[in-house]
């Protein structure tokens, strides 16, 4: 699970560049695996109207409901479900990615499911985030944390290497009832940069909030 919740944060570090060093930055990527994120950058700079309308998701097998802005551009293509050389830890699949640019802010929703052991813990979820993540001499520090029966919601800050660049996160893990001795679980993440946390944390409340089980 830790590589593919790698991938998601690296996604965002890559989409986050080039607003900072401007498109030019691009060029330097593989054309073949990242050709679409200038186009899709090139659509979510142009200028739009906010609207405070949501747009309701449910995940494909119909477990996991929540609700998002309306205005988002959806981003699934850019990430590939399946990535080759990664051997997993967990069964895991990308469900819903999402983000928006607003005066320069950025931000951006990550949905994902899991399926792993029965004895897994929230712990240990996290714990193997931070472990891959050092490897990559990124680390991860939870600022907050709340536990609640099936529920586990944290705030981490990742520290990129680049002060400008740090990221922070409010994510929700959500444990779906055992079945032969597996469970599933759902990761809900919205990340934006550090710097502009302050100002776009109403809008994650919301978004974390909405996340629930369908009854």
Known sequence: MSRPILIILIMAFLLILPIIFGKDFLSLLPKEEFSQI?????NLQKETVKND???????????LILKYPS?????????DPTPKGIEWIYEFEYLLSVQNIENGKFIQLMVSKMVMDNSTTFEQIVEEMKKTLVQ?????????????????TFEAIYDTGEKTLSLHSKEKIIFLESIDNKKTAYLIAVLALEKDWS???QEVNIILGSAQLKR
């Open 53 to 63: 309308s949501y747009q309701d998701f449910v995940s494909n097998d119909k477990n």
């Open 199 to 201: 100002q776009l944390s």
């Open 38 to 42: 200038q186009s899709q950058m090139e």
């Open 71 to 79: 205005d988002w551009t959806i981003i699934n293509e850019v990430l």
């Open 136 to 152: 990559q001499k990124w680390i991860m520090e939870l600022v907050k944390t709340e536990e609640n029966e099936n529920i586990m």
